[in-house]
């Protein structure tokens, strides 16, 4: 199995709304990633966790939060988001942090309005 | 700084050759990956390369050259479901992959 899944494929919020995407993979990865699409883009690095624990922020604003509740499981919760954070997000995970390649999820595509 | 070129959109005919070109200029090198993406879907992976040479994967190829700075991917007797886009990252010394702004493939009949 080397699916890595996202839920919901589509959301559409206002910007009081709070929500959050899931991610989960059954690979027994140890390193899970969130990425923001903008289109005809390439992706850009959110967040990285390692082995449960939050290893990278790439001073993403704090109306994003993370969590990783256990090794197969990552959430993106979001809060307060303005119109511009429309894009799509995309999990990834890989064997180790940075170590082989990146499996990414099909993603979920966020519009908010 | 960290700079990955490569060319903004293709055109190819079906069952033709097209070679996709990538130079990077980055804060070290552990690795370059070749990605695949259609439209609103997830990046799926194609190859790797991190010593010179060829890697051949089928109707795929992905060539690198350290020293110039310059990767390939290689795309045999192309099909229609090839249309898509093609992204070079690169891993560089802080491990983060660093990807290039892709480039668009049409495949034409």
């Known amino acids: 199995d080397t699916e890595v899944t996202q839920t919901p494929k589509h959301l559409v919020m206002g910007m009081t709304n709070k929500k959050s995407l899931k991610c989960e993979q059954h690979?027994?990865?140890?390193?899970m990633y969130w990425y923001k699409q903008k289109a005809k883009k390439p992706p850009e690095l959110m967040f990285v966790?390692?082995?449960?624990?939050?290893?990278i922020n790439e001073s993403v604003p704090s109306r994003f939060s993370p969590e990783c509740p256990n090794s197969s499981l990552l959430n993106l919760h979001l809060h307060a988001l303005q119109p511009e954070d429309s894009a799509l997000y995309l999990c990834?995970?890989?064997?180790?942090?940075?170590?082989?390649?990146?499996?990414f999820g099909p993603g979920t595509r966020l519009t908010v309005t | 700084g960290q700079n990955i070129d490569q060319p903004t959109e293709m055109t190819a005919t079906e069952g033709a050759i097209v070679q996709i070109n990538c130079t990077y200029q980055?804060?070290?090198?552990?690795?370059l990956f070749w990605y695949q993406q259609h439209a609103g879907e997830a990046p799926t992976f194609l190859s790797y390369?991190?010593?010179?040479g060829l890697e051949e994967k089928g109707r795929f190829s992905s060539f690198l050259s350290r020293s110039k700075g310059y990767s390939y991917l290689l795309l045999k007797e192309l099909q229609m479901k090839d249309s898509a886009s093609y992204l070079c990252?690169?891993?560089?010394?802080?491990?983060?992959?660093?990807f290039g702004t892709g480039t668009r493939l049409q495949v034409f009949p």
């Open positions: 990834a995970s890989s064997q180790d942090l940075w170590v082989g390649e990146q499996y």
């Open positions: 690979m027994g990865h140890r390193a």
């Open positions: 966790y390692s082995y449960e624990k939050l290893s």
């Open positions: 980055t804060s070290g090198f552990n690795g």
């Open positions: 390369n991190v010593l010179d």
């Open positions: 990252a690169v891993r560089g010394n802080t491990d983060k992959l660093i």
